[in-house]
């Protein structure tokens, strides 16, 4: 009998070995008759040769099977099977292990860490990252301009006034200044103020009006032909009260815009509380109306350069005084460093605006040292206006001396200091007065 191997192989490795019994047919073999089967007998003895054991202890595969009415029920429960073992998928031992195998081992670890970090790190870059929007060109707004200026400095004063009132004509009007006109009104408001004699060492001033319109102006008196000269570079017109022969006759030859009050008597009025001819006024209501029915609606000229008020640490000029024909007329003024004017006094007293009381006080003060003299008629003053001179300016709290210049009787003054340059005014109320001499002209600090 050939060896037959225990326990018996599965169904797929079976051989029938012919000359057994049942070899005529292969019968129906089940996965659960094997497994019942693997378990080897009891009585098994191992001892015992193979052939005996297997001839007289084992049934053959045949007798082994159960017939097949005999095959279990499909519907019922099968043993249950063995746990299988579990595979490793590595399985190695330290000792299978060189040095060499265990470097290169450790290098494709470290190889593989690092490569995975880095593929790691990378993709957390790569989702993480914001992503760049396409720069967009911006387009600017175009600015708004800005808004129109609604002042502008005023061409007599250099003051900021309101565009509107620059385009309004320049006015003169002579005022008295004898003891009886005193105090007289309209002065505190004028933009500029010439002071020179009439007659007899009584002075007079030309007081010239552009952005203000006092409602109250006098007293009104006579003209002369100086004053004229001081007149016409403005382009102004002219209120008075009559004249010298000479002047009445400049007026007209030199063609002088003329607010004559003989001609014009409707502008003017006289009041009760002073006696003539110290008692003549006007307004600029009056004024206003007699330049439009004239045609006198604008003034063309060139005012004097003015420049940023810087008031002196230390004011080198606090007390001028300027002398002009007598005690009653000579005039002082007091540098006030708080509000960087001058304070007006004369006949040693303080000068003051008849309607609010307010002591006169101008930005500057200028000194025109000029030649005096008297008129062919042997009355009435006249001065050299044209040509150059020595003069003074008191302003910021200290002097400038210069030198002043006018081409011809229609020209503006023009100042220059000592190195020739252009001698700039603080805006504001501007007084000029004319005396014989610089030694007329005195200051202290």
Request: charged fraction near 25%; charge should be neutral.
């Amino acid at each position: 009998m050939d060896d037959i191997t225990w326990p018996p192989k599965k169904r797929s490795e079976l051989k029938i070995v012919p000359g057994q019994r049942g070899t005529s047919q292969t019968p129906k073999l089940r996965s659960t008759d094997f497994n019942q089967t693997r378990q080897a007998p009891p009585d098994y003895d191992q001892s015992e040769p193979l052939e005996q054991r297997v001839e007289h202890d084992e049934p053959s595969v045949e007798e082994s099977l159960p017939p097949d009415d005999q095959a279990p029920n499909e519907h019922e429960e099968m043993p249950a099977k063995p746990p299988k073992k579990k595979r490793r998928l590595f399985y190695f031992k330290r000792g299978h292990m060189t040095k060499k195998k265990w470097a290169l081992l450790i290098a494709i670890i470290v190889i593989l860490i690092g490569g995975g970090g880095y593929g790691a790190f990378a993709l957390y870059k790569h989702f993480r990252a914001v992503p760049v929007e396409p720069e967009v060109a911006k387009v600017e707004p175009t600015p708004e301009p800005p808004p129109a200026p609604t002042t502008e400095p005023s061409r007599l004063t250099g003051a900021e006034i309101a565009i509107e009132l620059n385009k309004r004509p320049v006015t003169g009007i002579m005022i008295e200044n004898s003891p009886d006109a005193r105090p007289q009104a309209g002065l505190l408001d004028a933009g500029v103020v010439y002071e020179a004699i009439a007659e007899g060492g009584i002075t007079r001033f030309l007081a010239l009006y552009l952005e203000s319109r006092p409602a109250h102006v006098g007293p009104v008196r006579s003209v002369r032909p100086y004053y004229l000269d001081f007149l016409m570079p403005y382009d102004a017109g002219i209120a008075h009260a009559g004249g010298s022969p000479e002047a009445l006759a400049d007026i007209k030859s030199l063609g002088v815009k003329d607010l004559d009050q003989f001609a014009n008597s409707g502008s003017y009025r006289r009041v009760s509380n002073r006696f003539a001819p110290h008692n003549l006024y006007t307004d600029f209501d009056q004024m206003d109306a007699l330049n439009a029915k004239k045609g006198f609606n604008s003034s063309t000229f060139t005012g004097f350069s003015r420049k940023k008020e810087e008031p002196a640490a230390t004011p080198t000029a606090k007390v001028v005084n300027l002398g002009i024909s007598s005690a009653l007329y000579n005039v002082r003024y007091d540098y006030n460093a708080t509000n960087n004017l001058y304070s007006r006094s004369e006949g040693g007293a303080p000068h003051r605006d008849e309607k609010s009381g307010s002591q006169l006080a101008p930005k500057v003060v200028v000194a025109l040292v000029m030649d005096r003299g008297i008129a062919s008629d042997g009355q009435h003053t006249k001065y050299g206006t044209t040509g150059s001179g020595k003069m003074y300016v008191f302003q910021d709290g200290t002097v400038t001396e210069g030198v002043w210049r006018k081409a011809d009787r229609k020209a503006q003054f023009s100042f220059e200091n000592a190195t020739g340059g252009v001698l700039a005014l603080n805006p504001g109320q501007t007084w000029i007065t004319i005396v014989d001499a610089a030694s007329d002209v005195t200051f202290t600090p």
